[in-house]
């Protein structure tokens, strides 16, 4: 038996989540970065998301349509390299350079959410949600 280290926690969770977590590892316990994620704009069936802090995080969306319906996304981060496991809709990675986000839908958008569970340790929630008019 040994003390396991820090690498031993990492490949772990890695071999749990079947996700790469250096990225993650490192933006949490070696800089100061914040979580700001904000829906920038709704046009009828397209969205606008913002990275408006300085860490990069997978997103939870919840779209509510026009007819009442609504839908769970995710948005993986392109430097995950593989994706959470998820009952939602599994979008196209959002590439962490990228300050914007862009998707469409087959169906009028009434209203967006994101982190409709609240997990995540956004600074400012209060640009986590937008309905349209």
Same mark, same amino acid.
């Given at each position: 038996?040994?003390?396991?280290?820090?690498?031993?926690?990492?490949?772990? #969770?890695?071999?749990?989540?079947? =996700?790469?977590?250096?990225?993650?590892?490192?933006?949490?316990?070696?800089?100061?970065?914040? +979580?700001?994620? #904000?829906?920038?704009? =709704?046009?009828?069936?397209?969205?606008?998301?913002?990275?408006?802090?300085?860490?990069?995080?997978?997103?939870?969306?919840?779209?509510?349509?026009?007819?009442?319906?609504?839908?769970?996304?995710? +948005?993986?981060?392109?430097?995950?390299?593989?994706?959470?496991?998820?009952?939602?809709?599994?979008?196209?990675?959002?590439?962490?350079?990228?300050?914007?986000?862009?998707?469409?839908?087959?169906?009028? =958008?009434?209203?967006?959410? +994101?982190?409709?569970?609240?997990?995540? #340790?956004? =600074?400012?929630?209060?640009?986590?949600?937008?309905?349209?008019?």
């Amino acid at each position: 038996f040994k003390h396991p280290t820090p690498n031993d926690f990492k490949r772990t #969770a890695e071999k749990v989540s079947g =996700i790469q977590l250096d990225w993650y590892l490192n933006y949490w316990t070696q800089t100061t970065n914040t +979580i700001d994620y #904000a829906i920038s704009s =709704i046009t009828d069936t397209t969205v606008v998301l913002e990275n408006m802090g300085s860490m990069p995080m997978p997103l939870d969306v919840r779209v509510t349509y026009t007819d009442g319906t609504s839908e769970d996304l995710y +948005i993986p981060l392109r430097m995950m390299l593989g994706t959470k496991p998820t009952s939602a809709k599994v979008l196209e990675s959002w590439p962490w350079v990228q300050p914007t986000y862009t998707f469409t839908t087959k169906k009028n =958008i009434k209203s967006v959410e +994101i982190d409709p569970s609240k997990l995540m #340790a956004d =600074i400012d929630s209060s640009n986590n949600t937008l309905e349209t008019n």
